[in-house]
């Protein structure tokens, strides 16, 4: 009698060790899950980090670069307006995504800002032209700025007598209709800049 019952305990011993046994792997499973999950989300932080200001800075390059093309259009509709004469007149839209795009009347400038770029755009404090487009990189602590201008021997003008004009970033494109309106006194051609209802 005595053998059957130590049989008995000795097959409820095996099967509470079983069980321990099965209970520890399971457990072992979830901790290693957590512990490459943690990992996993490590690294996925550490590339974020890493990747993030590259990101950021292509991005502010890739907007400096339409802003570029974007200028060039507008040059060439105004370099249109000069060629053809005057009472010619032609329309050009102006998309800004970041930034501001200001029009000096009084010295006959039209140039884009910049102020947070996160790229160095080109060699800071050292004007480069990019055809008839001027560019200037300061270099700040954290960001830079970038500026573009474009430059003309004729005489802009507003319709509105206001010698400077400041449009900042906007999700529609600003019109402009630009107007060859004949010669100043000095022979520079009179093209004003009048922007259209969007």
Not at 172 to 184: C, D, E, I, M
């Amino acid at each position: 009698m005595r053998k059957h019952g130590s049989c008995q305990l000795c097959k409820w011993r095996r099967q509470l060790l079983v069980a321990l046994f099965y209970n520890m792997k399971k457990g072992q499973v979830w901790v290693e899950t957590v512990v490459y999950t943690l990992i996993g989300l490590a690294l996925i932080g550490l590339v974020l980090t890493i990747m993030t200001p590259k990101i950021n800075e292509f991005k502010d390059k890739s907007i400096i670069d339409q802003t570029i093309d974007t200028l060039r259009v507008l040059d060439s509709k105004v370099s249109e307006v000069i060629q053809e004469g005057a009472g010619n007149v032609r329309n050009v839209e102006l998309g800004i995504k970041r930034g501001d795009i200001y029009i000096n009347f009084s010295s006959d400038e039209i140039y884009y800002e910049l102020q947070d770029s996160r790229a160095l755009y080109s060699e800071p404090g050292v004007e480069t032209s990019l055809g008839r487009i001027r560019v200037l990189t300061t270099e700040g602590t954290v960001n830079h700025k970038v500026r573009l201008t474009l430059s003309y021997e004729s005489d802009l003008e507003s319709p509105d007598g206001l010698e400077f004009r400041k449009y900042t970033a906007a999700a529609v494109p600003y019109r402009f209709s630009l107007s060859h309106l004949g010669y100043s006194q000095d022979k520079r051609e009179i093209i004003e800049i009048k922007e259209l209802a969007r």
